[in-house]
């Protein structure tokens, strides 16, 4: 059974840094493309960042230059490094699963087999 858990959430102010976890059990996060997703209030979910088994990495354009994701292999976890935070950024983060070695678009969130359940990042201008 695959489970995605998230952590690392929490508030800070615009311009401030927060560093997301997603810890796999059942699923080895180096073989397939994992992702980062969002939810704000009353918005649809969007894609933030990905990266496909061979460390290729997208990201949205709106993140593009202050989020970074990468991976530990030994951990068997995934991270979204958040920088120069601002109050747009303010959504819940979910951390998704692919059995698919390469990432479809962002756009494409029906590509993912597994999601976790969540970190809520609020920023405050």
């Known amino acids: 059974q695959v489970q995605l858990v998230e952590s690392g959430g929490g508030s800070v102010q615009a311009g401030g840094s927060l560093r997301l976890s997603c810890a796999a059990a059942g699923y080895t996060t180096r073989d397939d493309c994992m992702a980062w997703f969002r939810q704000a209030p009353g918005k649809e979910r969007e894609g933030v960042a990905n990266?496909?088994?061979?460390?290729?990495?997208t990201y949205a354009g709106s993140v593009k230059g202050r989020f970074t994701i990468s991976h530990d292999n030994a951990k068997n976890t995934l991270y979204l490094q958040m920088t120069s935070l601002k109050s747009e950024d303010t959504a819940v983060y979910y951390c998704?699963?692919?059995?698919?070695?390469?990432?479809?678009?962002?756009?494409?969130?029906?590509?993912?087999?597994?999601w976790g359940q969540g970190t809520q990042v609020t920023v405050s201008s």
């Open positions: 998704a699963a692919s059995t698919a070695r390469w990432c479809a678009p962002l756009s494409v969130s029906n590509s993912y087999n597994y």
């Open positions: 990266r496909d088994r061979d460390g290729i990495t």
